[in-house]
């Protein structure tokens, strides 16, 4: 088994086993969060919407959330401070109530806003997100409300088998690189139709994660190899192929 191997199937065991408690840095004994810690990332949530979206019309935040491994019993020490900010669209009359194309446009909006910016609470590295829906595996905190909405479970985990997950993870880490590998070699590389079709698999890669607490595993370690990112990378060089003037 290669050195590399090993270490994916460390933090395999890691996200298969879940600790005695919340995290301590986040959460009191009762499971609230602390006050200031939930004053700080309020605070930081308020600046980057209005940096963001602040100001356009017909836009409204639902709740802000904590998600992740730390709103779950499967953190560690190094584990970013997760939070999503939902929005919805109540009649905004130039942005798309299409879920995706939503998202994706709030997404480019905090690009733009923030494209190299960390934001830290304390020591931890909080990493801000928008979007429109609902979704959660391992837990879900309300910081606008102060409760939890998808309480956190250690059994979650339960009947899942590390070496079937090393399996699975292996052979899709392969057959992304493969169908990367095919995507550079064929002629839609350079197309329209090429980008979109890389951008589709990406997306397909990506909406499985929040189907299971299997496939959210899945998706953690390939994110570690960052595969992801490189499917990311080879849609962008294919959309900037296919709008180069020839």
Not at 28 to 40: A, C, F, G, V
Not at 119 to 145: P, T, W
Not at 203 to 218: A, F, Q, W
Request: proline share 2%.
């Amino acid at each position: 088994m290669t050195e590399q191997r090993v270490e994916i199937k460390d933090i395999a065991i890691r996200l298969l086993t879940p600790n005695d408690t919340l995290d301590v840095r986040v959460f009191d004994t009762h499971k609230k969060m602390y006050s200031e810690l939930r004053k700080t990332l309020l605070s930081e949530a308020n600046f980057v919407y209005n940096r963001c979206l602040g100001g356009i019309e017909g836009l409204k935040v639902d709740d802000i959330y904590l998600n992740g491994s730390s709103a779950s019993y499967f953190y560690y020490d190094g584990s970013d401070l997760d939070m999503r900010i939902n929005v919805s669209n109540i009649g905004c009359p130039y942005i798309t109530n299409n879920r995706e194309e939503f998202e994706a446009f709030m997404s480019a909006m905090k690009n733009g806003a923030f494209p190299d910016t960390s934001f830290k609470a304390g020591n931890r590295l909080v990493d801000i997100k928008f979007s429109s829906h609902n979704f959660e595996i391992v837990g879900l905190y309300s910081i606008l409300q102060d409760k939890w909405v998808v309480e956190p479970r250690k059994d979650i985990v339960e009947g899942l088998d590390v070496d079937d997950i090393m399996e699975e993870y292996t052979r899709r880490f392969y057959a992304i690189k493969d169908y990367m590998r095919e995507m550079v070699e064929s002629d839609k590389m350079n197309t329209i139709e090429g980008a979109e079709e890389v951008e589709q698999y990406y997306k397909n890669c990506i909406l499985r994660s929040s189907s299971s607490i299997r496939e959210y595993i899945l998706f953690k370690l390939l994110n570690y190899r960052g595969i992801h990112k490189q499917l990311r990378e080879l849609f962008n060089d294919s959309l900037k192929a296919a709008l180069t003037l020839k």
